[in-house]
């Protein structure tokens, strides 16, 4: 129940393009959802973020959707670049013994092709 | 940049040796954690310190151990290495705040790249 499922592993997409990384969770108590981008030899960097309460949040070309019924919520890029080629991970936020946890997705490696 | 900063970039070392990885979080953030990354895999929750205090424990070995100092620094300690202890270690700090759960978002650092050989 602690699981965040993340899909597709990897993805290739076209100067331009717009993919789309999907992750589903089982656990009601999670109630963040950040999504982090790591380049080769870096650390994760925060991308943006959602609350369960929200469908939709925007940040220049990266939108997250959210469907809090159906416990999914994905990451679609506009307009993508080259320099988007990264690993995406989605995570989960949840409260316990007075402290956030975050549980995080099993990575998307994008490659976008000039 | 994260704030967090993260020493050694890298290192190198021998099979049962002890090594210690070193982590300064941003400024002001009480919380630290250390996660391992092994080649193209996700990244693992090793451990949690809040204050000083260890607060949460994840998939770490028992020949693995951290403590955080007054200062806030945190240090990871990795003993009776193994060729597949080999991986990323990326620590990340935040506020750890009661409250909203933004304020409590992990900022990480550029990680120290460690090789067993």
């Known amino acids: 129940q602690q699981q965040v499922k993340q899909s597709p592993q990897s993805l290739i997409v076209q100067k331009g393009g717009i993919p789309i990384i999907n992750c589903a969770y089982e656990?009601?108590?999670?109630?963040?959802f950040p999504w982090y981008q790591q380049f080769p030899g870096k650390g994760p960097a925060l991308l943006i973020a959602?609350?369960?309460?929200?469908s939709e949040k925007k940040e220049g070309r990266f939108t997250i959707s959210f469907n809090k019924s159906a416990k999914q919520f994905s990451l679609h890029i506009m307009d993508s670049q080259p320099g988007d080629s990264a690993t995406y991970f989605c995570?989960?936020?949840?409260?316990?013994?007075?402290?956030?946890?975050?549980?995080f997705g099993s990575g998307t490696r994008l490659l976008v092709r000039p | 940049d994260s704030g967090v900063t993260q020493t050694p970039k890298h290192l190198i070392t021998a099979t049962g040796q002890r090594v210690t990885l070193r982590c300064s979080p941003r400024?002001?953030?009480?919380?630290v954690y250390w996660y391992q990354q092994s080649l193209d895999q996700g990244l693992q929750f090793l451990i949690q310190?809040?204050?000083?205090?260890?607060?949460a424990k994840g998939n770490i070995l028992e020949r693995f151990s951290a403590q955080q100092f007054p200062d806030l620094h945190s240090e990871l300690n990795l003993s009776s290495l193994e060729l597949g202890d080999s991986a990323l270690y990326f620590c990340?700090?935040?506020?750890?705040?009661?409250?909203?759960?933004?304020?409590?978002?992990?900022?990480f650092g550029p990680g120290t790249r460690l090789t067993v050989l």
């Open positions: 995570a989960a936020t949840y409260l316990m013994d007075s402290s956030y946890k975050l549980i």
């Open positions: 990340a700090s935040s506020a750890n705040l009661q409250g909203d759960v933004s304020y409590n978002e992990q900022f």
């Open positions: 310190y809040y204050n000083g205090e260890e607060r």
């Open positions: 959602i609350r369960p309460d929200v």
């Open positions: 400024s002001g953030d009480l919380s």
């Open positions: 656990n009601t108590a999670f109630d963040y």
